[in-house]
């Protein structure tokens, strides 16, 4: 699975939008992009998974950049309780489907601040 | 909510024992991924089951072992623990999916058991 970059740390005001950044350069054309978010001692969550268009759901938005490097996870109006770590997890099911894991990075803390 | 379940929240058991830990799958789902979680890090996979036999293995030893029963519920077992076997343990729920020729399976995630071992 193609290796990840994300900052370590974000801060956002509450009632503003929380712009997640994630970097993949080496993603390759059958790779999805996933998002979870962890809330401390708690299960990851999944939030949003998208291969090269772009994704909405109730949670959040996901936007892949054309050359499908990048991807910005969007909050669009953060709270208390979306301070959590996000991670961004590139993974791909080959055609035989025998990759199963979801390799985890260390992620991103953002910090929303009332 | 995700609708996995694991069993215990809690544990605590000494060096040397061993631990079973379970999980239920959310409805509809027939796949189960285990992950152990050290303290201040990103979850690894230890191994996933299917149609009751182990699909794919992470780096993990051979005292880790795992089950998977007809119900799609899952136990993970823990022999001859070791102090840095101390972990949150997560098991994850998903069915294949296959969409425009690629397949998909999101993982969901239970709340995990948190083990310690002293």
């Known amino acids: 699975d193609a290796k990840t970059t994300q900052p370590p740390s974000m801060d956002c005001a509450e009632g503003r939008a929380a712009n997640l950044p994630c970097n993949h350069s080496?993603?390759?054309?059958?790779?999805?992009v996933y998002w979870y978010r962890q809330i401390h001692s708690q299960g990851p969550q999944y939030i949003i998974h998208?291969?090269?268009n772009n994704e909405t759901n109730e949670m959040a938005s996901l936007i892949i950049t054309e050359d499908r490097k990048s991807s910005t996870l969007i909050l669009p109006h953060a709270t208390l309780r979306d301070t959590a770590v996000y991670y961004c997890?590139?993974?791909?099911?080959?055609?035989?489907?025998?990759?199963?894991?979801?390799?985890f990075g260390k992620g991103t803390l953002l910090t929303v601040n009332p | 909510d995700a609708g996995v379940t694991q069993s215990p929240t809690h544990l605590i058991k000494t060096r040397g024992q061993q631990v079973t830990l379970r999980c239920s799958p959310k409805?509809?789902?027939?796949?189960v991924s285990w992950y152990q979680q050290a303290l201040g890090q990103g979850p690894q996979f230890i191994f996933q089951?299917?149609?009751?036999?182990?699909?794919q293995r992470g780096n993990f030893p051979d005292r880790f072992s795992g089950h998977q029963f007809p119900n799609y519920s899952s136990e993970l077992n823990v022999n001859a623990l070791l102090l840095g076997d101390s972990a949150l343990y997560l098991c994850?729920?998903?069915?294949?999916?296959?969409?425009?020729?690629?397949?998909?399976?999101?993982?969901?995630f239970g709340p995990g058991t948190r083990l310690l071992v002293l």
């Open positions: 080496t993603i390759s054309g059958n790779e999805y």
């Open positions: 997890i590139v993974r791909a099911l080959n055609s035989g489907g025998s990759n199963y894991k979801l390799t």
């Open positions: 998208g291969l090269k």
């Open positions: 994850a729920s998903s069915s294949l999916l296959r969409t425009s020729g690629l397949n998909q399976e999101t993982q969901y």
């Open positions: 409805s509809g789902h027939d796949t």
């Open positions: 089951y299917y149609e009751e036999e182990e699909r």
